[in-house]
Structures are given as structure tokens and as C-alpha cells.
């Protein structure tokens, strides 16, 4: 069977221009696929008339389901109203219920209905209105040559209001929709290179209904699985019978999570769990790893504090590294980084501890230690100690951030007991 | 004149599914602008071949200029370098200058360069490469039937990297755009609608060739005045003569700088004038703050580090902040704030210290103290000591943000004297 196919339009030149962010089509096409709609293509157009009419035209021939959001006010430069009604061939007409809601809306606020957002009653005839407790512009509703076409006010808690209200519960009644399944797959510490090419059999023999999307960032990437059928058992059980026979490919060394959480989340779980703390030493990092564990909402329940030990002083004062490590073997070495992760954990009194020294660059590298080595160390109350050397490159914001992005994974590794 | 049409397309179901949040399209079209270069439409579709191919044609027929985001990784599932082959009509050929920058990426990181990761050196023949020096897939730079074509990878730092390395300053050059002149008015401390409330005589009084942009962001407000004509000098001059005017307007507590710096570097200018030096102590931004100053190369040279005291015990044992003082007033409070600042000021011997404690959230809020209450301090070696309080909102991420960068104006006036 073939899945429902939905575009998603957005009409405002501020939003063509770059001049703000557009939330909406994300949020309608994340909706529209827990639905099982697929969401083929998105587009933003200006407030012009003709560019309105076409994107309607272009979409209704690809699509099934198009939504509009924007050009719903009341001034003069929002026009996607008009162009529906012409677009449709349905002259718009005062709808009474809307009527209510707007005039409601301003008295209920003190505050007198203008003619102008009397307007805000009229739809094209036959479209059903998609009533908006939120503001004065109302949803739309309408079918046309067997395609339906929902018209959004383009303020997002509006939008996401009136669908939740009503539109998506239409939708859902109207289309049998197939079931969306996705699986997401998280892994850390393999590129996505390397990691394709260790499950290129298992990926050239998934089943057509089931597809799969590598998503990298900073030192991880995500899996994610997308199973498409009307049985919702059979992907399930599809899906469920892939990711059996993916994780053994994949290796519980790279393997963190079959859910969509990141290493900070991850680590926090691990630690509330056990009950156990950490701290960190950072150098070259500034304080970046501390703000990712800090991110995690209640990570006070594990996470007691750090040091960013930027100068070699602070590294002697602070976290008690010797003077003479310092100079023998210079502050971003496997020794020192095993120093600092040492002298954390004992000052902290914490169970596990990481260190992170390297050079961010832009300058500041040599032959020997050039601009993006990176050395970091795990510690644990245990005794362990494991130090990883990473070279990476010369743009100093993306090192601090794969820095600590691979000293998450270090953390994690260690909390583990998958270090060696 | 006319203004060159362009269009961005961003190519991806994990965009289309509103899995991941485009924010490529909203540089993009910023960035054009700036060149005089208009977006009329912008289009997400996913990875299938035949929605690539039929955008592109569609895209081709509308503008002049065509930017195509994303599906350049060296996996099946990224497939926008074959389609713009078989587009342009020209085979994929190797390029040498391409094959070196992948090679070296790898090499220098101590990995080896695989198959896949050559296939990244393949380029459609005539299209010029447009390096990336911050990951593997290359930019492309196309001609067909008077049409650009840019090609570039999906991840955000590399596009964006890509397009100000090669592809801005090419536009610029190869569609003869008016001048543009743009000048940075960067302020701190002052609300968007309260500075435009202020401003907005001299505003209304601009002439019509002179535009002007409020960019807000955390804790400050970027002025943009941008001038376009055939007439440099004209721009130029008037741009001066505004600048004038405006400043006077803002005075001199709200803005700090007349070119397109954040704090963080104006404070490490400051810092490096002077031969001053700082240390922070953070509670709630868990290290966000000592990001922010870390972020700029050279901050050696004044930032010698800080402490994350995330615990009260760690409060008290590494900055010496008093028992009594932690329970009678609570972690969240002025006089805790300005005792983390004299704490961390002495410890570290520095110039200049800056201390943030408040409630980030979710949780943890009550009455008194709710949720997004923050409070900070300045502290230096003269013996000055001024604490401030701000109230932010309920989301983490934000009052984090928020915060740090509230703390980065604080310090700014701190060091320029302007505190009382």
C-alpha cells in the first residue's frame, strides 16, 4: 500500500529572508509522521499572490494532504486567505461560529472588534473552519479534486493549538493511514564511515518497507530504522528482528542505547542508578564538557563540580599535578591528563572523574604536539586510570566540542567497565 | 536593478520528518540578503532520487541561483552528488585537490582513509570544489544554462564554514550585486523593544537606502545598518554620519562596541590591554560561562580558570564560602553569589573575578525563590564588589544561556568601571 504523502507549506517573506526561524514545518511534519503521513516535500514562499498559487498547484499534484501555515492576518500584506478562496473556486463567506469566537476573543479582553478583524470571519465556502482559541485567525478546513488542504495561522502556539484541537484528530479520521515506525539506534566512538561499512550486508538486506538513515554529530551517530506498513504488528516485529541482528554488528563498545537519548542523558541514567558521582578537570575545553552534563535537568543528584584548569599554575595549585610533569612531559600529555582526572577525583571525592588537556588552536601547536591533540583521562575511585590520545583539527570551535563529545564517550566507557 | 533570485533547498528525511531542526536555510537566506541576492522560495525534500531531480529542474527554471544542503556523506542513503551529475549531465571524475584534503583529514587525525571516504573526491567534471576544512564532503560550484549551482554538506558548521571560506565572497563576484556596506552596532543590557523605543526618531529619519536590523540574541541587541547603492562612497559616508547620530542615542553603559564582536571578545581585548586577568565560579551555568570566555583564541592570556561548585559542599571547601552563610541566605542568593566571587578571586590571585548561582530548572524552584532566578557577581582586586539579580524563565537551556550571558555584561562593566 502507499503511505498518505503530505507537503508542508509556509507563506511570509520573514521567513524566506531568514529574518525568522521557522518552527512550524518541523513540528507539522513530526506530528503528521507519528500519524503515519509522510511528509515529500517543504516549502516557504513569500506574501506574493503568484507564488502562493503556484506552490498551491505544484503541491496538490504531488500530495494528498498540503498545509499551509501563514498570511492569515488581518493586514493587507497576508493573502494566503484570498488565494485559497480563488485557488478553490469558493468566494469567501462570513462564518458565524468564527464570528462568535473573534468577537468573544476581543470583548472577553476588553477591547472593542474592529471591521478589520471582523475578516477574520470569512472562509472560502464549504471549507470547514478549524476553530482557534489561541487568536482570531482560524484553521481551515477544505477538499479539493480529492485533496485535502488545511490553512494554519503561521504564530506557532496557534498552529499547534488548532491542530492539536482538531486538525490532527481529522486528519487521523479522515486517511487510513499506514503506521510510521521508527527505531533509533544510538551509537558513540565509530565514525559513519567506518560504521557503514561494518553493517553494509545487514543494510542491503533490510526488507523495502524498512529504511535506514545514518545522522551524525559530534563523535556519535545516530541510527535510525523507519518501518512503513498498514500492520502495525508486522513492523514491529520487523523492526524489532533488525535491531536483533544490527546491535551484535555494532559491538556494546559503540552501542549505548536503543532509544533517542544523548551520552550526557545516558550517563546520568547510569550514575542515579548506582547511586555514584563524578567530577571533571578540564582544560582545553574551558568548562564545554561541564555545561553537557549540566544540560541534563536533575544531574545534581550525581555531578558535585569541576575545575577548568587553564593555566599550568591552576593545574599545580588546583589539582595538585607536579611541577615536574608539567615540564617533562608538557601540559597536554597522556601523563598529565591522567594527573588532573587523579587529582579531581581525589579532591572532589567523587566515584569516577575525567580530564580533558589538548591545544583548540587556532595557534599554539607544534610539530611535535600540533594544534588539535587532545589528551583525556578517566579515573575511578577503584583505582582505575585509562588516558586516549585524539588528534583532531584546526578550527578551535569544532575541536572543544568533539573534545568533550569524546570524553562523554570516555565516561561512559569507564562507567561501563568496557574500559581496558 | 533587478535583485538575482535564488532559491535553498535542504536535502534529508531526517529534515522532512522533522527529526532534526533546519537552521541551514535560515543562514543561507541571511547570507544572501547581506549580498543583495533575493530567496523566493526555499524546499526540503527527502532522499529519493526523482524528488531531487524534479527540484532541481523546478528550482533551475525559477532563479538564477540554485543552493542545494545536505545528502553529500559518503553513505547509500546520501545520494545529491549522483543526481547533480546526471543533472548537469557531466560524470563523476576524481579531484585531486579534493582527494589531498580528505586524505590529509584522515591521516593527520592518525585514521585511515577508506573507499568510501574516497568517493568524496569525486566531483561532477567542470564543477569546481569548494574545499571544506572542517569535515570530508566537499562544496561544488556548477554552471548549467546561466543557473549557479552550489552544492554543500548538511552539517551546519561545514556549510556555513564552506560558504564564508569560498562561497560568499564567489557570489559576490560572479553576479555583479550592488554595493552593500554593512555597520555593526553591538550593545548589551538594553531590551530589543525598549533600544528601538529610544532610537526610533532617529530610525524613522534614515534615508531610504539605509536599512536597519535588530539582531537579538542573549542578553544583547546587534544593531545592523545596512546600505546598498552603485555608489560606494555615498554609502559610506551617510553610514558614518547615522553612526554618528545613533550613538550618542544608546549611551555608553548599553553599547560596547562599533564592530561585530561578542563580549566575550571585547572582555578578552579589555583583559589583554590592561594585562589584567579573571577566574570564574559558576553554579547554575555549570561551566557555560567559562565556555563562552574560553571560545576565543588567546584567552590564555587572561582567563586562568575557574571552579563549577555545583554542591554546596563544594561551595564551601573549594571557594570558602560559610556554612552559616549557605543556610541562613541559601545557595541562591546575593550575598552567596558575591562570596563565590571573593572566593574565587583570592584563590586564583586573578584581577577580576565573576561568580553566577540560580535555579536553572525544571525543578528545584519555590516561592520565594522560583525557577529562572538567578543571581551574580562581580568582584575585583580593588576590593569592589557588586551583585545582581535577574529573573529568568522556566526552560533550562535558555536560563542557562541567559544567565552566562548576563554575567559576560556584567563583567564587561565591571572592567570598564561603569559598576556602581
Known sequence: MKAIHAEVITIGDEILYGQITDTNTQWLSAALSQLGIKTIRKSSVGDRYSDIQSILKEASQRAQLVILTGGLGPTNDDITKKVLSDFLGKPLIQNDDVLRDVDYFFTSRGRVLSDINKLQAFIPQDAVALRNQ???APGMWAEHE???????PGVPYEMKGIMNDYGLPALKKHFKTPFIQHQIIR????????????????????????????????GSVKLRLT?????????????????????PLLGDKYFYAAEDINLEVHIGNLLKATGK??????????????????????????????IVSYSNEIKEQELGVPKSLLEQK??????????????????????????????????????????GMVCMAFASDSGQVVSKTVQFGKERDTNIKASAAVAMNLLRLGIEGKLS
Do not use: R
Open 227 to 247: 518501518g512503513l506498513s498498514e500492520n502495525l504488528a508486522i513492523v514491529e516485529a520487523e523492526i524489532k528482528q533488525q535491531v536483533k541482528k544490527l546491535l
Open 277 to 306: 558521582t563524578i567530577a571533571l578537570a578540564e582544560s582545553c575545553t574551558g568548562g564545554y564538557a561541564q555545561h553537557l552534563i549540566t544540560s541534563v535537568p536533575g544531574c545534581s543528584a550525581y555531578f558535585k563540580g569541576g
Open 330 to 371: 608538557g601540559a597536554v600529555s597522556p601523563e598529565v591528563a591522567e594527573a588532573m582526572a587523579t587529582g579531581i577525583l581525589k579532591k572532589f571525592q567523587t566515584s569516577y572523574a575525567i580530564a580533558i588537556t589538548g591545544i583548540a588552536g587556532p595557534d599554539g601547536g607544534s610539530v611535535e604536539k600540533p594544534v
Open 134 to 136: 489561541y487568536g482570531t
Open 146 to 152: 480529492q485533496v485535502i488542504f488545511i490553512s494554519l
Open 187 to 218: 551509537t558513540a566512538g565509530i565514525g559513519e564511515s567506518v560504521l557503514a561499512e561494518q553493517i553494509k550486508d545487514w543494510e542491503k538486506a533490510l526488507p523495502h518497507f524498512i529504511t535506514l538513515a545514518y545522522l551524525p554529530s559530534y
